[in-house]
DNA sequence: AACAGCGGTCGGCATTGTCGAACGCTCGGT
DNA sequence: ACCGAGCGTTCGACAATGCCGACCGCTGTT
């Protein structure tokens, strides 16, 4: 019999719906959102706030995340095992290939960056650690659903939303790309999140076998694809290097 | 009558926990730490781990944190008004000064870091985004204190850890040098919590004047202060306009 | 082989959090 | 200037809820 308790759960719903908008949300509309009294969202978002989990505007008395989320968030990294054994190796596979390298790992039907180096050149890029990225259009979701690590229809059922006129939105479709994916060894996205970028990605295995992570190297399409929007095979060659070798990091036997 | 939810609070004081040490804690070790039954604890974790606030390693049965926390933390500065206001200025001052410049604001009794901008030039540095430095050993501490955005009390009762012989562990001697710095408008820290190392912080303002956090550069004593040790001039005019910028942008009215 | 330590489970008790109505306040409309 | 709607907040009573502590099964050690 398990017994969740659910004035955490209650508490964890209400974090994660500040975190879905950025905008600030008042009182009413957040027990509106899950169906609770205003008095019991009142005295959960009370106790949030004194562990400065939220904090609250003193002007309109809206609700946003408060300051400890991002010492806990931090603190996450530094005991992630995946990252930790990785890092090396993507700052390698940056500095080769040239590109920009993130490492995935499946959380809440999405792909969460748990790092991310910077494609080596000097361009203006922005940080992507702690962001969310859609299983169905991204190099490394597609590896994550490949390979188990999460199933298909988590995705589906968050719903196949359409970034570009490449994005994969039909089920069948996505089915039969994760099939290659599986024979492959190694996704890619053309175009699929955002027009004019490209991505590939490997799966990482961890003391099982089982696919806990992926890495993948990401950049503009002509960068990572040749004239016909075939990925480079040397690019793909070096990210599945570089996931065999966090994967033996990890313990993960002959792969 | 305060109704804390207590559920909450004590999931809370688990996260820290897990946070405060890197190792990963056993059942046993966090139910004792808290003072709580195994089965108390167990329920909280079991739920904590549900929604990936906490991880369970299979092998040893061990707790760490979850990676929920890393996007929650992430979201967090998405929707900081101190951050996100600062940016562009913290950008200017880094570029002009060419040190490394640092956001911070209060949170349980140490400064949290919500915004860095690298030092130019090309040299290796970590990221101190979501890190905690000690109040009275940082420039930004020492600015948060002097001007009563957090009581002198609780760095003192945190325990004023020495770092190096430079540290300031004396209350008294503290409590004169918040005097200094509340008469100055700005803080020094000169190789207090690593030899070698020095900052400059000045106070930034909210709406009605109250200090919500502070900015800082900080990088060697050789480039941060002169050959007396003494913190170079212009390098404070610096940091203290670009105080005063963003207090302006946030709101606050003739400072 | 026996034990000690671990994480996990179970059921009874009362503490605990939940609910819904009522309050005071600030805006916005009239 | 008034009124009213909407907000965040408070309160008290009820019972559902999560807490406790003893018990279980396992693993690794001695």
New binding site residues.
Partial sequence: ?A?P???IE?AAAILRLLASGPRRL???EVAASLG?????T????RTLQNIDFVE?DPAT??YQLGAALLHLGTSYLDVNELRSRSINWADALAARSGEAVRLGAPLEGKVLIVHHVFRPDDTLQTLDVGALLPLHASSLGKVLMAFGSVPLDSAVEAGLESYTRHTLVAPEHLAQALTEVRELGWAAEVQEMIMGEAGIAAPIRGHGGLVVGAIGASGTVERICDSQGVPQPSLVTQVRHAARAISRDLGAARW
């Fill in positions: 019999m017994g308790v659910q004035s209650r008042g009182l009413g609770l009294a205003k008095g019991t009142h005295g959960i978002l609250q008395g809206k």
